[in-house]
Structures are given as C-alpha cells and as structure tokens.
Nanobody
C-alpha cells in the first residue's frame, strides 16, 4: 500500500518561492504517474500539474506555467513541486496523488482518478 506524505508548505510573501515535497513509502514512485492538486477555501480542487512515469512529460495548468516546476528524486522516493513567483491566488492546500495505470496525454488527463493521495500541505501567500 503506497503512502504519500507532503511537506514544505508555509507562509511566503508575494513574489517568493517555496518547494513542497511528496515522499512515498510502501512502493517506488518511479512506477507511478503523479499529479499535484490544490484546493483553496470555497473552491473546487484544481490540477496543478501531472507527470507520466513513462516519458516524464509534465502538463501544467495555464495559471502556473513558467512559475511552477515538478520534479522527481527517485533515490529519495520523493517528488517535488517548486513554486516560484508566488501570488496570493496560489494560496491553497497542495496535494500529491499517484496512480500506476494513468497515462497523461495532456493537461485534461490530469483529472483521471488516482489510487493514492497525500494529506496535503498548506501554502499561504500573503504580505
């Protein structure tokens, strides 16, 4: 049973940067397609980025392109989401999700069902 734990959230000023991590146990993340999501109070959950385990292509939401970057460290069994040029509207709980069978051909596919979810980490962008 794969378990995912996010970390690295916090309070940051507008224009600042933060890196959130998602560390897995009970399996190798190298075998999984990964999605990062966020949910702000009163809003629906939004897919931020998703990455395939096969070709590692990443598909980003337009709202975060050129600001956020997803990466993997297989040695640490961890995936990361680097958040740069943060805006107040980026404030949300950020979640990672993993699934063995997903294959993403574009951003819309990020909304496939995932078997495993982390508990989330809060990112607050405020001056």
């Amino acid at each position: 049973q794969l378990q995912l734990v996010e970390s690295g959230g916090g309070l940051v000023q507008p224009g600042g940067s933060l890196r959130v991590a998602c560390t897995a146990s009970g399996g190798s993340l190298d075998d999984y397609a990964i999605g990062w999501f966020r949910q702000a109070p009163g809003k629906e959950r939004e897919a931020v980025v998703c990455t395939n385990y096969l070709n590692r292509n990443a598909y980003y939401a337009d709202s975060v392109k050129d600001r956020f970057t997803a990466s993997r460290d297989n040695m640490k069994n961890t995936v990361y989401l680097q958040l740069n040029k943060l805006k107040p509207e980026d404030t949300a709980v950020y979640y990672c999700a993993a699934d063995r069978s997903n294959y993403f051909a574009g951003y819309a596919d990020c909304y496939f069902n995932y078997d495993y979810w982390g508990q989330g980490t809060q990112v607050t962008v405020s001056s």
